[in-house]
């Protein structure tokens, strides 16, 4: 096969290591790295600080720059510098114009968001997708695959509306060999891992005080440990902890996996960390039905999802390499 380019349109810090771990099996072809970005008005918002919370805002922009520099991958903002022949994305709640007309190839992160009312009424009414967050994901269609996280994602996703000939189950890197978290050294020891929720800043309801509170009940006198999320507000959240569960450590800005693979139960809202603590064998508790989220838990094939992303990626790169060729046999039999 020739050489292609390939264009990688990353995220949060998962998506982005994600990202770079897929590329990593696709050395042959030209990469290419862009922060998530968007078009027109949301670009604008976003310019304007008003989308923080979301993968587009400055805050996660940095993030990914830092994480692409410091594994040597060459940047392309916005991927305005090559024509690409594929792309490869973490997100489709927005679709960039200069990504429409290409083979796109869709990687699911994680956990997708409930399907409250608000994705009720985006499906309904043909609202834009990102106003009911991830619950929308996959469901621009545009794309050629869907790399899902195990086959319970699939029926997941098909449910939903996509065609079980788009979706391949490939595990999803950062989620596929949760075992390794195990030789991290251990923190603490006999203690309840809260993962928190960034519900608030995402303009939805959460009672914290409520959320503690259930937590030390699940405790039961064990200790206590919170990892924040990377979104949440730090000051306003280690301060309700010491007003509630007084003395309980709390995390931020660190690597959340090494402390769920030490922990006695993991306590959690909406979060991809869940599968960690459900791969582990842990006792998790989760907004979600647990049997549900076992299910739909990524598939753990020793760390080999990234190389197996890259092959649907190069059956993308055959299939346009082909689909170019064959307009030139026809020119070569009418000129002969």
């Given at each position: 096969?020739?050489r292609?380019?390939?264009?990688?349109?990353c995220?949060?810090?998962n998506q982005?290591?994600?990202?770079?771990?897929?590329a990593?099996?696709?050395s042959?072809?030209t990469c290419r790295?862009?922060p998530?970005?968007?078009?027109?008005?949301?670009?604008?918002?976003a310019h304007?600080?008003l989308l923080?919370w979301?993968i587009?805002?400055a805050?996660h922009r940095e993030?990914?720059?830092?994480?692409?520099?410091?594994h040597?991958?060459?940047i392309?903002e916005?991927g305005s510098?090559?024509?690409?022949?594929?792309?490869?994305t973490?997100s489709d709640?927005?679709v960039?114009?200069n990504i429409?007309?290409?083979p796109?190839?869709l990687v699911?992160?994680?956990m997708?968001?409930?399907?409250?009312a608000?994705?009720?009424a985006?499906?309904a009414?043909?609202?834009?997708?990102y106003?009911?967050?991830?619950?929308?994901f996959?469901?621009?269609?545009?794309?050629?695959?869907?790399?899902?996280a195990?086959?319970g994602?699939r029926?997941?996703?098909?449910r939903?509306?996509?065609p079980?000939?788009?979706?391949?189950v490939?595990g999803?890197?950062?989620?596929?060999?949760c075992d390794r978290?195990?030789?991290?050294?251990?923190?603490h020891?006999d203690y309840?891992?809260?993962?928190t929720s960034?519900?608030?800043e995402t303009?939805?309801w959460?009672n914290?005080r409520?959320?503690?509170?259930?937590?030390?009940?699940?405790a039961?006198?064990r200790?206590?440990?919170?990892?924040?999320?990377?979104?949440e507000?730090v000051?306003r959240a280690?301060?309700?902890?010491e007003?509630?569960?007084?003395?309980?450590?709390?995390?931020h800005?660190?690597?959340?996996?090494?402390l769920?693979a030490?922990?006695?139960?993991?306590?959690t809202?909406?979060?991809?960390?869940?599968?960690v603590?459900?791969?582990?064998?842990?006792?998790v508790?989760?907004?979600f039905?647990v049997?549900?989220?076992?299910?739909?838990?990524?598939?753990q094939?020793g760390?080999?999802?990234?190389?197996?992303?890259a092959?649907?990626?190069?059956?993308?790169?055959?299939?346009?390499a082909?689909?170019?060729f064959?307009?030139?046999i026809?020119?070569f039999?009418?000129?002969?």
């Amino acid at each position: 096969m020739q050489r292609c380019t390939i264009l990688f349109i990353c995220g949060s810090v998962n998506q982005t290591t994600m990202m770079v771990e897929i590329a990593r099996h696709l050395s042959d072809h030209t990469c290419r790295f862009t922060p998530h970005y968007a078009d027109g008005l949301l670009e604008e918002a976003a310019h304007r600080g008003l989308l923080e919370w979301t993968i587009i805002g400055a805050r996660h922009r940095e993030r990914a720059r830092q994480v692409l520099n410091a594994h040597g991958c060459v940047i392309d903002e916005r991927g305005s510098a090559n024509d690409y022949d594929l792309v490869v994305t973490c997100s489709d709640l927005v679709v960039q114009r200069n990504i429409v007309s290409k083979p796109v190839i869709l990687v699911q992160e994680g956990m997708t968001d409930p399907e409250n009312a608000m994705y009720r009424a985006v499906v309904a009414l043909g609202l834009p997708r990102y106003l009911a967050s991830t619950s929308t994901f996959g469901l621009s269609h545009q794309y050629r695959y869907l790399c899902v996280a195990s086959e319970g994602y699939r029926e997941h996703f098909f449910r939903k509306g996509v065609p079980t000939s788009k979706i391949r189950v490939t595990g999803i890197p950062n989620f596929d060999n949760c075992d390794r978290f195990r030789s991290v050294p251990a923190k603490h020891s006999d203690y309840v891992l809260v993962a928190t929720s960034d519900a608030r800043e995402t303009l939805k309801w959460e009672n914290r005080r409520r959320t503690i509170e259930h937590a030390k009940k699940i405790a039961d006198g064990r200790m206590l440990v919170f990892k924040l999320h990377p979104n949440e507000r730090v000051d306003r959240a280690k301060r309700e902890i010491e007003r509630w569960a007084p003395g309980s450590p709390v995390y931020h800005g660190c690597d959340i996996n090494p402390l769920i693979a030490h922990c006695d139960a993991l306590i959690t809202k909406f979060s991809s960390c869940v599968y960690v603590g459900i791969a582990l064998g842990k006792e998790v508790f989760s907004d979600f039905p647990v049997d549900e989220l076992r299910r739909m838990c990524p598939i753990q094939n020793g760390g080999r999802s990234g190389a197996a992303i890259a092959d649907v990626c190069r059956t993308v790169l055959n299939d346009v390499a082909v689909t170019a060729f064959e307009p030139s046999i026809l020119q070569f039999r009418r000129a002969v």
